[in-house]
C-alpha cells in the first residue's frame, strides 16, 4: 500500500495537535519539554522512506523563503502573547534589570559569536556578524517554560519577567545587527554605508518600531475599551455572569489579531521594526484597564495560534534535521554551539546582572536560561533572501546545532531550575523581612523589593 505525503503531512500534524496539550503536561512531570519530543519525531518521520519533503534551506533557496514566512508569524505570536502576559507597569525603574540584557549581554554575544566564527571557522565577516545576529536573540517560542503566566495571575516572578522581557525586545534589536551583515557583504573597507546603517537601522528603526508599537497599543486598547464594558477578572463569576454582565465574545480575538497584524505592517511601512512594533504594542495595551479579562481571553486566543504554528515548526526543524542540514557540521562549528549555550550567554548575561537586586541564583537563572530557538532560523533566512552570502552552509549547519543544543539543554535544566531559583529567592526575601521587621521599633510590616506585599 502506497501512502500519498501529502495526507501523510495532514494525519502527522494533526495528532501533533491533539497530543500537544497532555503532551506538555506529561512531559513537564519529567523535566521534559515538548519541542524536545517533537524535534525528535519530526526527525525519525522525515527520515524514514515515506516520501515525505526535505526541508533544506541550504539546497533549495524556495525553503529558506518558507522558513522565513513561517518563523516570521509564529515570532510574531509570540511577541504578543508575551507582551499581552506582562503585568508590571512600565517605567525605567520597573524594568531597569532588562536593559543590561538588551544593551550590554546582546552585544556581547553577537560580537563573541562573530569572531569565533571568524577566527575557527574562517567565515567572511559579513557572515559572521549573520551567524552573531542570528544567535544573539533569545527566543520567545520555545521559552515558553520560562516565561510569565497569563494575565492576571497577580504573582511576581522577576525572574521570568526578565527572561520575557528580553526575549520580547531582543527578537526586535537583532535586526540591526542583520542589516549590517547584509550591508557588509562585498564591502572591504568602512565608509559611508556605516553612517548610513548607524542612522537608519539602528537609530530610525528602532525609534519607529516603538513608536508605531505603542501608538497602535493605544488605537487597539481605545477600541475596545471605549467600546464594550468591562468588568475586572475576579469580580467575573457565575452569578455576574447571569445577571447579565457583559461577556466578550470569540470576535474579540480578531481585533486581538488585527491589531497584532497592523502594528507590524504599520511599523514595515514606515520602514522600523515590525517585531519591536508588536511587542510594545502588546505591552501598551496590556498598560489599559489592567484587571481587565480581555487581557486574559486576548492571551489565550493569541496563546491557541503560537501552539498551532509551535507545532508545525517543530516537526519542520526535525525535517530539517533529518534532510541533511548538519552535515557540513565541523568540530569548530559545533564547540561554538556549545559555547554559546554554555560560556557566552552565561558569562554575557552574569556580565549584564551582576549589579541587579536579584539574589545571586537569580542572576544565575537569567544569565544561563537564554533560550535560542525560531527566531536565529528567522533572521539566518532573512539573510540568505536579502544577499548573497558566503558559507551558508556552514552558518546554517553551526546555527541549527545551537538550537538543538538549546532545546535538549534548557528544555531539561530550565524547569528544575527556575523553580529552585524562585523557591531559593522567595526565602531569601522572607528571611529579609523578617530581619527587618524584628529591628522596626513600631513591628508594621516593610515592603520588600521582589514580593506583593503590601506597606
Not at 389 to 398: G, N, S
Request: contains cysteine; glycine residues 10%.
Amino acid at each position: 500500500m502506497e501512502f500519498d505525503p501529502r495526507i501523510l503531512l495532514f494525519v502527522i500534524f494533526g495528532l501533533g495537535l491533539m497530543l500537544a496539550v497532555s503532551l506538555e503536561r506529561f512531559l513537564a512531570r519529567l523535566w521534559l519539554s515538548l519541542p524536545i519530543l517533537y524535534v525528535g519525531t519530526g526527525y525519525v518521520l522525515f527520515s524514514l522512506p515515506l516520501g515525505l519533503p526535505h526541508i533544506n534551506p541550504t539546497v533549495d533557496g524556495f525553503d529558506a523563503v518558507t522558513l522565513e514566512y513561517v518563523t516570521e508569524f509564529i515570532v510574531i505570536a509570540s511577541l504578543m502573547a508575551a507582551g499581552i502576559a506582562i503585568d508590571r507597569p512600565v517605567s525605567w525603574i520597573n524594568w531597569r534589570q532588562i536593559w543590561p540584557l538588551l544593551v550590554v549581554a546582546m552585544p556581547l554575544t553577537i560580537a563573541s559569536v562573530a569572531f569565533l566564527g571568524w577566527w575557527s571557522l574562517g567565515l567572511a565577516p559579513a557572515s559572521a556578524i549573520l551567524l552573531g545576529a542570528a544567535l544573539a536573540p533569545t527566543d520567545p517560542v520555545l521559552a515558553r517554560s520560562v516565561q510569565v503566566g497569563p494575565p492576571g495571575e497577580n504573582k511576581r516572578h522577576d525572574i521570568r519577567f526578565s527572561l520575557t522581557a528580553e526575549a520580547g525586545l531582543n527578537d526586535g534589536l537583532a535586526f540591526p545587527f542583520t542589516y549590517l551583515a547584509i550591508a557588509a557583504v562585498g564591502m572591504t573597507s568602512l565608509g559611508t554605508w556605516t553612517l548610513e546603517w548607524a542612522a537608519l537601522d539602528l537609530g530610525w528603526r528602532i525609534l519607529a518600531g516603538c513608536a508605531v508599537g505603542w501608538a497602535v497599543g493605544r488605537l487597539g486598547s481605545w477600541y475596545v475599551f471605549e467600546r464594550e464594558a468591562d468588568a475586572p477578572i475576579e469580580e467575573i463569576n457565575e452569578e455576574t455572569a447571569s445577571a447579565g454582565t457583559p461577556k466578550y465574545s470569540t470576535s474579540e480575538g480578531l481585533i486581538v489579531l488585527g491589531t497584532l497584524l497592523l502594528a507590524y505592517g504599520l511599523a514595515e511601512l514606515a520602514e522600523g521594526y515590525g517585531f519591536l512594533a508588536v511587542f510594545v504594542g502588546a505591552v501598551t495595551a496590556r498598560q489599559r484597564e489592567n484587571r481587565s479579562r480581555y487581557h486574559k481571553i486576548s492571551h489565550h486566543f493569541i496563546d491557541q495560534i503560537e501552539q498551532i504554528v509551535l507545532v508545525a515548526v517543530l516537526f519542520g526543524f526535525g525535517a530539517m534535521l533529518a534532510s541533511g542540514v548538519l552535515a557540513p557540521l565541523t568540530w569548530p562549528g559545533a564547540l561554538i554551539g556549545l559555547a554559546l549555550v554554555f560560556v557566552i550567554r552565561p558569562i554575557a548575561g552574569f556580565v549584564a546582572e551582576a549589579r541587579s537586586d536579584l539574589p545571586m541564583i537569580g542572576t544565575l537563572a537569567i544569565a544561563f536560561l537564554g533560550v535560542r530557538g525560531m527566531g536565529s532560523i528567522y533572521y539566518l533566512a532573512y539573510g540568505q533572501n536579502h544577499a548573497d552570502f558566503a558559507q551558508l552552509d556552514q552558518l546554517w549547519a553551526v546555527t541549527s546545532f545551537a538550537i538543538l543544543v538549546s532545546i535538549v539543554v534548557h528544555g531539561i535544566v530550565s524547569g528544575p531550575f527556575i523553580l529552585f531559583a524562585e523557591k531559593r529567592k522567595s526565602h531569601i526575601h522572607a528571611g529579609q523581612e523578617e530581619s527587618m521587621l524584628s529591628h522596626t521599633p513600631s513591628g508594621r510590616p516593610i515592603m520588600v523589593e521582589g514580593t506583593t506585599k503590601p506597606e
